[in-house]
C-alpha cells in the first residue's frame, strides 16, 4: 500500500505529464477496441448477407467474360439455361433439390408509385422451399397472386389483399414474404415472386435464368459440382457452376485480413503510447535518482523500488484503459451504426448492431492489451531504478 | 550482547577501478566499534571518510579484508540480506536531511518501520520517536518543503531511529544547519549515545566532533 500511494503521490505531482501519458494509452485503446469492432461489425454485416446460402450451387448461363463473381452485373445479361440442360441438372443433382428460375423485370405500379421491379418466377412447389413466408399465402398455379418481398412491402405498405400493377396488368399480392437479406442464389426482398405458370402465361415458354441446387449435405458440394460440370460442360463450357462455400470463404478470408490490418493500425497507435510511457517513466526515475538511492541505504530492497515504479505505469495504463474501453464502448454503437448505414443503400438487410459479445470481447481485449503495454513499457526504467547503486544514487544531484 | 564488538574491520581495503588507474579509498584499515561507543571519524576531502562510513553501513563491501558487524562477516552476502541488515540495524543520517519529499513528516519516520513489516498502521511508534525530537506535533503533517533544515534534521533523525537500530551513522549531520540548530541536533545525538546508541560520525568540525569520545582520523585511506 505504502509503495502503490507513493506512485499515486508522485502521479499526482506531475500532473500533465500523467495526463499526457494516459491520453496515448487512451487513443492506443480506442483504436484497438474501435477498429476492431468496425472490422467485425462490416464481417458480421457481410456475413448476414451471404452466410444462409452455404448450401447453395448456383448454375448460370456461362458467359465468355463472366468473373465467376455472382454479384458481376454481367450476370443479369439475358442468357438462359435450356430446359434440356435444366433436365440434366436434375439428374446430376440427384436427392439434392433443383430450383431452375427466371429472373426478369417489369414495370411496377402502386397507387401513384412507380417504377421497376425484379420478377423472380420459379415452379410454385419451389416457392416455399426457397423463401419464408412473413404474411398471407405462396402464390399457387395459374392464380393472379403474386408475393412481395419484405422491404418492397414495408416501403410501399403493401400486405396481403393489396393490388398493384406488374406490366401494367392489376394483380392482387397473396402473401409477403420474409426478409432474406442479399444471397447469391436469390435476393428477393425487392423483388416480386410468381409461380412459373403465372410467368409462361403471360410471356411464353421462356428458358431459365439460373438454376440454384440446394444440397442438403454439405459435403456433397464436390460431387455435386462434378456432376452438372460433367454432364453439361463436357464439350464446351455451357454453364458456370458456382459453390457459395468458396465465394463465402473469399469473403471471410478478406474480411478476416482488413481486421487484422485494422487492429495492426490500433496496435501501432498504442506502440506510440508505450513510448510515451516508457519516456514518462524514464524521466520520473532520473528525477528520483537521490530518492531512489535513499530508500535503498534505508532498506528499501530492490523489488520494492521495481514495484513502485511500475505500479506507476500500471496506474497510468488502467486509468488509460478504462478511459479508453468506456470511449470505445460509446464509438462502437456509433461505429457500427455508421457502417450499417453506409451499407444499408445496397445491402439491404445487413444487421447493422454487432452483439454486445463481440463489442465487449474487442473492449476487454483493448484494455488488456492497453494494461500490458504499460506493464511492458514500464518495466525498463523499473528494472533501472532497482539496478541503482545506492551509493551512486545517493550523490546524485 | 555475546562479546563480539558491535563492528570490527580487519585488514580492510577497498580499491575503486579508474580507466585513468586504480584508485585506493580504503587501504588495509583495521578496526573496532564497541557498543555504546561515539566516535568521530575526520580527515581531510577525498581521505575516504565517507568509504569507510559506506562500508560501516552494508551500503558497500571491500575489495579485501573482512568486515563483522555483531560477529556477523557482511562480505559474501546478498544485496537483500545487506538492505536487511540496513533496514534493521543500522540509522542514517545525512547532510541534506535526504526525506522523501513525497510523504509528510511522520509519513517519513514510519517509512523504515513499513518496510520491517509491512505494516502501514505504524503511525504510534512513529509519532513517538518524533515527539522523542522535539518536533512540534503541529508539523507532523507537514511535507519536507515546509520545514526548516533543523526541523528536517529531526525529522531524519528520528526517521533512523525508529527501527531501534545498533548504530546510527551520521554523515556532516550539523553540515548543512546554522551553529545553534547543529548544537540542538548534537544535543539530541548525545542524549541518544548517554541512552546507550552507538554513533559513528563524520565531521570536518572539531566542536562538532568534541562530543563524541573518540575520534578516528583517517589520511589517504590509512587509520593515522
New interface residues.
Given amino acids: 500500500?505504502?509503495f502503490i500511494d507513493?506512485s499515486v503521490?508522485?502521479l499526482r505531482?506531475h500532473k500533465v505529464r500523467s495526463f499526457l501519458a494516459t491520453v496515448g494509452i487512451i487513443i492506443g485503446v480506442v483504436a484497438i477496441a474501435s477498429l476492431g469492432i468496425m472490422g467485425s461489425s462490416l464481417s458480421t454485416l457481410v456475413g448476414g448477407m451471404v452466410s444462409d446460402v452455404s448450401d447453395t450451387i448456383l448454375v448460370t448461363p456461362h458467359l465468355a467474360a463472366s468473373s465467376g463473381d455472382p454479384f458481376d452485373p454481367r450476370n443479369t445479361l439475358a442468357a438462359s439455361v435450356s430446359t434440356k440442360n435444366v433436365a440434366l441438372i436434375e439428374k446430376a443433382a440427384g436427392q439434392h433439390r433443383t430450383v431452375p428460375m427466371i429472373l426478369a423485370s417489369d414495370r411496377l405500379r402502386v397507387r401513384d408509385t412507380s417504377g421497376y421491379a425484379t420478377i423472380y418466377a420459379m415452379p410454385a412447389a419451389d416457392i416455399p422451399f426457397l423463401l419464408e413466408r412473413e404474411a398471407g399465402l405462396y402464390p399457387q398455379g395459374r392464380s393472379s397472386g403474386v408475393m412481395v418481398g419484405s422491404l418492397l412491402a414495408d416501403e410501399l405498405n403493401l400486405h396481403p389483399g393489396s393490388r398493384i400493377e406488374v406490366g401494367g396488368e392489376s394483380v392482387r399480392v397473396v402473401g409477403v414474404a420474409a426478409e432474406r437479406g442479399m444471397g447469391i442464389d436469390i435476393n428477393p426482398d425487392y423483388a416480386v415472386i410468381v409461380t412459373e405458370d403465372w410467368y409462361t402465361e403471360r410471356h411464353g415458354e421462356r428458358d431459365y435464368s439460373r438454376v440454384v441446387v440446394k444440397v442438403s449435405d454439405l459435403s456433397a458440394i464436390e460431387d455435386v459440382k462434378a456432376a452438372i460440370d460433367q454432364q453439361i460442360n463436357r464439350r464446351k463450357e455451357v454453364v458456370d457452376v458456382l459453390d457459395s462455400r468458396e465465394i463465402l470463404e473469399l469473403y471471410y478470408e478478406t474480411l478476416d485480413a482488413m481486421n487484422i490490418f485494422l487492429l495492426g493500425i490500433g496496435g501501432v497507435s498504442l506502440l506510440v503510447a508505450s513510448v510515451s510511457i516508457l519516456n514518462v517513466m524514464i524521466i520520473s526515475v532520473t528525477e528520483r535518482t537521490?530518492?531512489i538511492g535513499?530508500?535503498?541505504?534505508?532498506?528499501?530492497?530492490?523489488r520494492?523500488v521495481l514495484r513502485m515504479f511500475l505500479y506507476e505505469s500500471l496506474i497510468l495504463g488502467v486509468i488509460g484503459s478504462i478511459i479508453g474501453g468506456i470511449i470505445s464502448a460509446a464509438v462502437a454503437c456509433y461505429a457500427s451504426a455508421s457502417v450499417g448505414d453506409l451499407f444499408a443503400d445496397f445491402a439491404v438487410t445487413g444487421e447493422a448492431g454487432i452483439p454486445v459479445s463481440v463489442v465487449i470481447g474487442y473492449v476487454a481485449f483493448a484494455m488488456a492489451f492497453g494494461i500490458g503495454t504499460s506493464i511492458v513499457a514500464g518495466f525498463y526504467p523499473a528494472w533501472k531504478a532497482a539496478q541503482l547503486n545506492?551509493?551512486e544514487a545517493?550523490r546524485y544531484e | 550482547m555475546n562479546g563480539e564488538p558491535l563492528l570490527r574491520f580487519v585488514d580492510v581495503s577497498k580499491v575503486y577501478p579508474l580507466p585513468a588507474g586504480d584508485v585506493v579509498a580504503l587501504d588495509h584499515v583495521s578496526l573496532t566499534v564497541e557498543h555504546g561507543e561515539f566516535i568521530a571519524v575526520m580527515g581531510p576531502s577525498g581521505s575516504g571518510k565517507s568509504t569507510l562510513l559506506n562500508m560501516m553501513g552494508c551500503l558497500d563491501v571491500p575489495t579485501r579484508g573482512k568486515i563483522y558487524l555483531s560477529g556477523q562477516e557482511i562480505s559474501g552476502m546478498s544485496d537483500d540480506d545487506l538492505t536487511r541488515l540496513r533496514r534493521d540495524h543500522i540509522g542514517f543520517i545525512f547532510q541534506q536531511f535526504n526525506l522523501i519529499p513525497l510523504l509528510s513528516a511522520v509519513e517519513n519516520v514510519e517509512f523504515p518501520l513499513v518496510l520491517k513489516t509491512g505494516r502501514t498502521e505504524s503511525r504510534q511508534r512513529a509519532v513517538e520517536v518524533l515527539r522523542m525530537m522535539h518536533l512540534d506535533d503541529a508539523l507532523f503533517s507537514h511535507k519536507p518543503g515546509e520545514l526548516s533544515g533543523g526541523e528536517q534534521q529531526r525529522v531524519a533523525i528520528a526517521r533512523a531511529l525508529v527501527n531501534d537500530p545498533d548504530l546510527l551513522l551520521c554523515d556532516e549531520p550539523t553540515g548543512n544547519l546554522d551553529t545553534k540548530t547543529g548544537m540542538a541536533i548534537m544535543e539530541i545525538l548525545a542524549t541518544e549515545n548517554r541512552e546507550g546508541k552507538t554513533i559513528v560520525m563524520v565531521t570536518h568540525d572539531p566542536g562538532v566532533a568534541a562530543y563524541a569520545r573518540r575520534t578516528i582520523r583517517i589520511v589517504d585511506g590509512r587509520v593515522a
Fill in positions: 500500500m505504502l507513493l503521490r508522485n505531482r537521490a530518492e535513499l530508500m535503498r541505504s534505508i532498506g528499501a530492497r530492490k520494492e545506492p551509493i545517493l
